[in-house]
């Protein structure tokens, strides 16, 4: 293939670089050009074109491309027509993908013009979603360079999706002294929810002592009736010999891997019985997030095999986010009565529902809001505060001046509460346990609310969501563990703390406060009911 500037003339049969114009007619990057074309760009006074001449063995993108992917042996997997020299590959169904590497580094290695991308290894995926894609980067090659591409790909199966299979699932719950059913209860709900993800089925489930014996023989019953069972053990295996691996070799299974390199997840076993599997779920299994008892798991309802050395391999990228409701976190967090609180004051918003003034610059007993919260914040046993400002920042800086707070500014404060949330996270010092959420707005809340609920959340040892509340509902302000804040950054638009509590799955403890916890002025009315002066 030949490319460059060409004269008009011999331009015929060329591939068009650039969209050309000519006159009221425009012609699209990648057309290519026939006699009328020619003429017509000619009369339009353009004597040449930047274009790609075809050599009489090369194939065009498209073909290219098209040719390429129907070479490839793959299952479970639908090809687009080719487009744009690229042929885009979807899953059939919703399951995980498998691709043999050695032959896609292969395919790229043959010449930068030819190029295919697949997900990674094992990725699960929807059905409809893009698994894989070829593509040609320039506007022909060399039928030789295919050519030697469909010879690599006549080795067998590039690549597949493995759909999931309608399996169906016992689940073994040990309990010891303490542990409350609720917790076993919503162990249940994950775990329908995680099963109903890949189309599985919770069948039966057995409570038993945590003992040996007693489970070996509801794992032995269980094994009968279910293509697969899933054991939690009220506490983690701490040793190879411990009640969930002895019992699978008690009723007779065998166990093929005890711990992993995936954490969370690290204390997964993994054994058959009676020609199925057995998975001794890992503590953080109980919690919907993604953590290693998912890689198994969805990989075994796929009809993938995973074996010992599949379950060593998988430390490299098995690092994962952390669960908050893990019972050790990675990170051990200092003494109960050390455990530092900062608060984050949000005074960003543009109080619209005022009409104009901003509320936080109402007088309440000849003081702006804003400056009265702040100083109730620096009065409690918090480590600092945060003051996020956006709309009016000048004017808030202004009504705080002189007080011992830190500011963060929030640019995007228009998008949502989020951007704020957001803003605020990254001030806090890296040995904070947790962040208090208080409003700008809420009039009612003292120094000593604000402590109750730190002193709450220091008695908890640091793992709980603290909140609010007021005759049994909840409000606010609401204090945070560290161990939400990557999930905060996560946030988008108008998102705030309430959306976390709800969907993490974290212990909430709620302090009976007062009507403080449900009195904010978001209003005219609300602000001069609670004794406001709005400024202009």
Known sequence: MKFGPIPIEAAEGAVLAHATTAGERRFRKAHRLNAEDVALLRGAGISEVVAAVLAADDLSEDAAAQE??????????????????????????????????????AINAVDPAITIATLAQHAPVEKGQMVATVKIIPFAVSSALVDAVTKICAGGE???????????????QTVLPGIKPSVLDKTLRVTEARLARTGGRLTAERRTPHEIAPVAEAAALLVRDNDMVVIFGASAMSDFADVIPAAIERAGGTVIRAGMPVDPGNLLVLGTLGGKRVIGAPGCARSPKENGF???????????????????????????????????????LPPKNKLK??????????????????????????????????????????????????????????????????FADNPDFADGLSTSLKAGI?????????????????????????????????????????????????????????????????????????????????????????????????????????????QD
């Not at 999706?161 to 073994?172: C, D, F, K, L, P």
């Open 158 to 172: 590039v690549f597949a999706v493995n759909a999931y299979q309608a399996v169906r699932v016992g689940v073994i």
């Open 426 to 534: 990254a001030y806090l010092p890296e040995n904070s346990a947790g962040v208090m959420i208080v409003l700008g707005d809420m009039p009612g809340v003292s120094s000593d609310d604000l402590d109750r609920l730190i002193d709450a959340f220091r008695k908890a040892g640091g793992n709980s969501v603290v909140r609010a509340s007021h005759d049994g509902k909840r409000g606010n302000p609401v204090l945070l563990p560290r161990s939400l804040f990557p999930a905060i950054g996560h946030l988008e638009g108008d998102t705030g703390a309430r959306h976390l509590v709800e969907a993490e799955g974290l212990d909430v403890i709620d302090v009976e406060i007062g009507a403080g916890a449900s009195v904010d002025v978001d209003t005219r009315e609300a602000l001069e009911g609670a004794g406001g002066v709005l």
């Open 68 to 105: 390429i992917a129907e070479s490839m042996a793959f299952r479970g997997i639908d090809a687009r027509p080719a487009a744009t020299g690229r042929v885009n590959l979807h899953a059939g169904s919703a399951g995980i993908f498998t691709v043999n590497a050695a032959v896609i580094d």
């Open 294 to 332: 998912d890689w198994v798991l969805d990989r075994l309802i796929a009809g993938l095999d995973v074996t010992a050395k599949d379950i060593a391999g998988m430390g490299v990228g098995g690092l994962l986010m952390e669960i908050p409701t893990r019972p050790q976190p990675r990170e051990p």
């Open 341 to 406: 609180v900062g608060i984050v004051l949000l005074a960003a918003g543009r109080s619209s529902r005022m009409g104009g003034p901003n509320k936080l610059l109402a007088l309440f007993d000849g003081k702006p809001l804003v400056r009265r919260t702040a100083e109730r914040a620096l009065g409690s046993k918090a480590s600092g505060t945060i003051v996020v400002t956006g709309h009016q920042r000048e004017r808030v800086r202004a009504a705080l001046a002189g007080l011992d707070v830190a």
